[in-house]
């Protein structure tokens, strides 16, 4: 029961940190209360939803825009059983993956509540209680699900500035069931009426029973942990990362701080570099970005230039029949170092890397523009707005 490090949490930043952590040759121990690893966002979050979305894209192609491209599939129908079984698959497949590499990397696992309990102890409430010793701990509770009111209608409106009344404040007046229609009542605009209501699941910190009060740990004005640039919280040895601290609630964000913590406490050393983390919105077409917005360089008074060039005009794009959107990059003025790329378009959230990856090396918009690339693909239009910062676009 004696461990170098102990993790609390088995989502993404709770694994890959235990993971880590025993690379670096750390006895470690993972203490999970599902019986799945992986976390909210591998099983009930972003892969299951991400499967469930290509299917669904899928059939719409088939009913809308196979035609085009000069295939009829005449009237088609989905099986939901069958795309909710793929999904189901899919999540059993990459828990289990989670689970083998823990075995590959001599992890040990604790299936139950893991807590601190006064400095050096975790206390693992499970189907019998069991105490660790451990020279450090990583707290990695994720978040869990907050209700937020949203609605959905057949084509979308999308009221700015507004605000849904909260259902913990006056649930009679949120929505009305007015015969077969929803009536749904918000600050600011008229009534909307519509067939169905869909609530959007927003994320708070699940910090609420983690055992901080025991180990003196006090939180934000927003249930955070705070933590310093190494992770470290207020409290000798023991790290937060992921969800319950600052920053973006990204999966992406949490395996980086989980890395950047195991290697702190193993090495001395650990960094993330909070200006090249990407974000990525699933709809159709994709919204991704990393580093700064125009917003924001202006506020601060950073000067910039920008460039921008559209998917409409790739012949990748013309090929898939997915023209929408364009990429911008936005460039020091001085420098030409890159400080943000936004994209919407197809594909975006996989191009995005390219953009992080440069900005992590601290590239040049016309370090951007002097790569090759393939043709015919869609990172060309990252190129041709990298050439456009200097007004020197090919193709336009």
Do not use: W
């Not at 004696?2 to 670096?24: F, K, T």
């Not at 040759?25 to 009930?44: F, I, M």
């Not at 700064?292 to 230039?305: P, V």
């Not at 170092?337 to 992590?360: K, S, T, Y």
Request: include cysteine.
């Amino acid at each position: 029961m004696q461990h170098d490090l102990v993790v609390i949490g088995a989502g993404p930043g709770g694994y890959v940190a235990a993971i880590r952590a025993a690379q670096l040759g750390l006895n470690v121990a993972c203490v999970e209360k599902e019986a799945s690893l992986g976390g909210t966002c591998l099983r009930v979050g972003c892969i299951p939803s991400k499967a469930l979305l290509e299917s669904s894209h899928l059939y719409h192609m088939a009913r809308h825009e196979l035609g085009a491209h000069g295939i009829h599939v005449g009237d088609c129908s989905f099986d939901l059983a069958a795309m909710l079984k793929r999904k189901d698959q899919i999540v059993d497949q990459l828990t289990k993956g989670v689970d083998s590499l823990f075995r590959k990397n001599k992890v040990t696992r604790y299936t139950g509540h893991g807590r601190p309990a006064g400095r050096g102890k975790v206390v693992i409430e499970g189907t019998e209680r069991v105490e660790l010793t451990a020279k450090h701990v990583i707290l990695a509770p994720g978040s869990k699900p907050f209700l937020l009111p949203g609605v959905a209608v057949d084509g979308v409106h999308v009221g700015t500035s507004t605000e849904s009344l909260a259902y913990d404040k006056v649930p009679e007046r949120l929505v009305v069931i007015d015969g077969k229609q929803c009536v749904v009542r918000c600050e600011g605009v008229d009534p909307i009426t519509c067939d169905k209501v869909l609530l959007s699941v927003g994320r708070v910190p699940n910090t609420d029973d983690v055992g901080l009060d025991t180990v003196g740990i006090e939180l934000d004005e927003k249930r955070r942990i705070p933590v310093d640039a190494h992770l470290r919280t207020s409290v000798p040895d023991v790290y937060a990362i992921g969800d319950c601290t600052a920053g973006p609630m990204l999966a992406h964000k949490a395996e980086e701080e989980g890395m950047a913590a195991a290697e702190f406490i193993a090495t001395g050393y650990g960094h993330v570099n909070y200006d090249a983390i990407p974000s990525v919105v699933y709809t159709e077409p994709e919204i991704a970005s990393v580093g700064k917005t125009e917003d924001e360089l202006k506020s601060s008074g950073r000067e910039y230039r920008k460039g921008s060039f559209p998917f409409s005009i790739n012949g990748r794009a013309k090929g898939l029949n997915q023209t929408e959107g364009y990429v911008k990059i936005l460039a020091d003025t001085k420098t030409d170092r890159v400080l943000g790329v936004h994209i919407i378009g197809p594909r975006a959230g996989d191009l995005i890397a390219e953009a992080a990856a440069a900005m992590e090396f601290g590239a040049s918009a016309e370090d951007i523009a002097r790569t090759c690339h393939a043709h015919p693909t869609l990172a060309e239009v990252v190129k041709e707005a990298a050439l456009s910062v200097a007004g020197r676009a090919i193709h336009r």
